[in-house]
């Protein structure tokens, strides 16, 4: 902790000239997506006392020498978890964050945490995840999974109830509030989000704009209408339809410059939660019902089927290497990315300036804005074959409680918004975008044959949603109650 807290303090005095006060949307509100602080470095306190008020948090786990034992852990991120002595001390506060939470923790319970089965292959995960636990073989405590293929294998009956579970207080701030709500039915939990899901915070859509593009199409202060609850969908629209730059060819490529490019997938499906639209949602019984087909889901469907394939300014080149690409050669004004774009070296080296916005709202009678995460973002699952599952739920929860006080810190209050983001605004909208993503327990528990991906599907058909709807909603019924059902047999 305290070499952290250095090289913190090192890092503000040699940008003390640059960094920018920090600023928070308001309540502490969401574990592992993040609680912003509300008097952040610049504004009252320093950087070292954002850490010191998180490590001030009592897990109240008990203590127990676990004499060297390994807690052992599955998953297709494997250096989300460990890291080696080797790439730390190199100027990576992310590695080295990660390295004194892992220390942290083996220090207190003499254990080692160890990825006992990793590999950057999903499916191969997951088949191994799979087999070992339907052959009651006992290789792993926990299993750290992408939520977009995690939720499939929950109808396999794999993983053990999180409420079953010693010392797991989902009440406390590393847990996501999804915790107790989206992802919790008749008082069962399969999947679980903590801060020790660092790909929470990073998988976050947002907006990315080109400040300079949108200066010289006079759009105005897009910070002030995103602020003041104006940036709906139209408004948004109404800037982007014209703008198309031509090369000189006739025709949309790579080369031209234009008001929104997108690719589809994720960045297509975010619509539906931006809009207020989930797939499921919770009847008066608490019992998660689908609920995709409302009022104005075929108007969602027509706004985006027509600005991904009929609006003059939108370039539709269904691939997102290629959006973040032509918004760094400066031939896209607005990009829909996740916040972990602006990690990345190309942006931090981007000569025109920029900016992020939440994704707008479908109207202004929606009173929030809000985002969803992508699929690869990871979620907890602990298998049916677990034997010590005190162990489990004690080393956990100190895992997710010590990325909450070391690694959430360094990379959100710091990393991200003291290093990326160039303005006290892009400050104020990141926190507003995290504080309200949404989990749907639709997407999550999604599958084959579910809603998972709907208004990408739809909107790559053809735009028709009640033709759609008709020919797939019997099967998504059929692989919900399969998930309902998975809930039914745990105890």
């Not at 590393?174 to 039915?185: G, I, M, P, R, V």
């Not at 050669?329 to 300036?353: C, Q, S």
Request: charged content about 25%; hydrophobic content about 35%; aromatic content about 12%.
């Amino acid at each position: 902790m305290k070499r952290i807290l250095s090289l913190v303090l090192v890092l503000v005095m040699l940008f003390s000239a640059v960094v920018m006060t920090l600023t928070s949307c308001g309540e502490d509100k969401k574990p592992a997506d993040v609680k912003p602080n509300n008097n952040q470095n610049g504004g009252g306190e320093s950087e070292d006392s954002i850490y010191a008020e998180r490590e001030a948090i009592d897990d109240e786990l008990p203590e127990r020498d676990y004499k060297g034992r390994t807690f052992r852990i599955a998953s297709p991120r494997p250096t989300e978890i460990k890291v080696s002595e080797t790439a730390i001390n190199k100027g990576n506060l992310i590695l080295d964050a990660k390295y004194d939470r892992n220390q942290a923790v083996e220090n207190r319970f003499n254990v080692n945490v160890e990825v006992v089965y990793g590999s950057t292959a999903t499916s191969e995960v997951n088949t191994y995840v799979a087999k070992t636990i339907l052959s009651g073989v006992d290789e792993f405590d926990l299993f750290i999974g992408h939520q977009g293929s995690t939720g499939a294998l929950v109808l396999k009956n794999l993983f053990t109830n999180w409420y079953d579970i010693d010392y797991v207080d989902f009440d406390k701030p590393w847990w996501a509030d999804s915790c107790k709500d989206e992802l919790t039915y008749d008082g069962k939990a399969i999947l679980a989000v903590s801060d020790l899901n660092h790909q929470a915070i990073e998988c976050t859509y947002a907006m990315f704009f080109n400040k300079s593009m949108a200066a010289s199409y006079e759009l105005g202060n897009l910070y002030n209408i995103a602020l003041n609850g104006n940036w709906t969908y139209d408004t948004f629209y109404g800037m982007i339809k014209d703008i198309w730059e031509d090369d000189g060819d006739g025709k949309k490529n790579s080369n031209d410059t234009f008001g929104f490019v997108t690719d589809g997938g994720d960045q297509t499906t975010q619509w539906l939660y931006a809009f207020e639209n989930p797939i499921m949602t919770k009847d008066a019984d608490g019992v998660p019902q689908i609920s995709l087909k409302t009022s104005k889901i075929n108007d969602i469907v027509k706004k985006i089927y027509d600005l991904n394939n009929n609006t003059t300014g939108s370039y539709f080149p269904k691939d997102d290497a290629w959006t973040r690409s032509m918004f760094i050669e400066g031939k896209a004004m607005f990009i829909i990315a996740r916040i972990d774009f602006a990690d990345t070296p190309d942006l931090r080296n981007f000569t025109d300036d920029y900016g992020i916005l939440p994704i707008p709202k479908y109207d202004e009678n929606q009173q929030s804005y809000h985002t969803m995460s992508y699929a690869e973002q990871t979620v907890l699952a602990v298998p049916k074959t677990a034997k010590d599952l005190e162990f489990v739920g004690i080393i956990t929860e100190a895992l997710s409680a010590e990325s909450y006080k070391k690694l959430t810190p360094t990379f959100y209050e710091i990393a991200l918004k003291s290093r990326y983001l160039r303005d006290d605004e892009s400050k104020e909208v990141l926190d507003i975008i995290i504080e309200n993503r949404v989990f749907d327990f639709g997407y999550i528990y999604s599958g084959t044959g579910s809603f998972g991906s709907v208004l990408h599907d739809v909107v790559t058909a053809g735009g028709n949603f009640e033709s759609y709807y008709q020919q797939k909603s019997r099967i998504a019924g059929i692989h919900y109650d399969r998930v309902i059902k998975a809930f039914d047999k745990l105890s």
